[in-house]
Structure formats: C-alpha cells, structure tokens
C-alpha cells in the first residue's frame, strides 16, 4: 500500500481531537473508515464543490482557493468523522477552514470548531479562517441556521451568505451555512 501523507495534528484547547490525512491510495489505516459522503466532497477532490466556492468567491480575497491540506477530524466521542480541516491557498495567502456537516452542528461545536481553525491559522500564518456548516436538507438547514443565529447573535441568517464574526483581538472568523442540496 503507497501512502503518500500521513499527518497527525494535536490540538491543546477543548477535548481530544484526532485529525489524519487521507492518502490517495483505497488502502485504509487501521481502525478508520473511509470519510462519510458529506465531507468526501471536501477531501476527496482537489476542487472545492461548487456551490461552496460560488459563496466564497463572493469574497475577492477567496477566489481561486486552492487545497493544499486536508484533514479528516473525529472527536473522542464519535466513531466516524465529523468534520474536515482544509489548509488553502488564495490569492492573499493561506487559509484555514473548517467544514462541519449541519447534522454535527451545535453551539458547543461551533465553539470547539472556531477554537481550533483560529489556532491552524496562527500556527500556519494563515491570513483568514473559516468554518463552514454545510446542510444537505431542509430540516437540517434549518437546525443549523438555529445554532448560526445563536452564535452569530443576529436574526435571519441566510444560506450561501458569509458571515464576519470578531473572534479575538485581530482575529476575525468568517462564517457560512451552505446549502448543499
């Protein structure tokens, strides 16, 4: 079995998070399954889907993103990935993102989610961060623009938007919901 890559990340703040690459190769790591759907569109290419990238060009300085890292993440608790970590090129320089599946999305992951993408983005001098909550349904659209509005403290959150949320002293996190379906 050919395996390329493999990266092991830790991260300090917030519970044990486990992050590892994928390889291209069809082999597997001993104990991991492959990614479930939701997130394979993120790791399993090197385009960004569409309809993610037609929110994020919004923004100039996200335009021609380009991945160059992907990492799978679990939390301790889960048995299967539950979000992905994304390092990009863009044409300010690189970017940290973070995407989240809408079913995994509470207030205490967001929390978790801004805690560690805004720490990528300091260790790798990324210039922007992001975490995207991505809903493939109705119901879960909904339940995740619930938690977007709690979090981002505004009514009427809409889909396909990104959002500015201050984070810390110069650090500002941008935040969208996308509508995958």
Not at 65 to 94: C, F, H, K, N
């Amino acid at each position: 079995m050919d395996v390329p890559n493999y990266l092991i990340l830790r991260s300090d703040a917030g519970p044990p998070v486990e992050c590892q690459t994928l390889s291209h190769s069809d082999g597997a790591f001993g104990g991991l399954r492959r990614p479930p759907h939701a997130l394979a569109q993120w790791t399993d290419s090197d385009a960004f889907p569409a309809s993610a990238q037609c929110v994020l060009n919004a923004k100039s300085s996200l335009r021609e993103l380009e991945g160059l890292s992907r990492v799978l993440m679990r939390s301790e608790t889960r048995t299967d990935y539950d979000a992905a970590w994304i390092l990009a090129r863009a044409r300010i320089g690189l970017v940290s993102i973070l995407v989240r599946d809408a079913r995994d999305f509470t207030t205490a992951a967001f929390i978790e989610d801004a805690s560690f993408v805004l720490k990528q983005a300091r260790r790798y001098f990324a210039s922007q961060s992001l975490v995207l909550v991505q809903a493939h349904s109705e119901s879960g659209l909904a339940r995740a623009r619930a938690v977007m509005e709690e979090v981002l403290q505004m009514r009427d959150v809409a889909p396909d938007v990104l959002y500015e949320k201050h984070a810390a002293e110069n650090e500002t996190l941008g935040v969208a919901l996308l509508s995958m379906s």
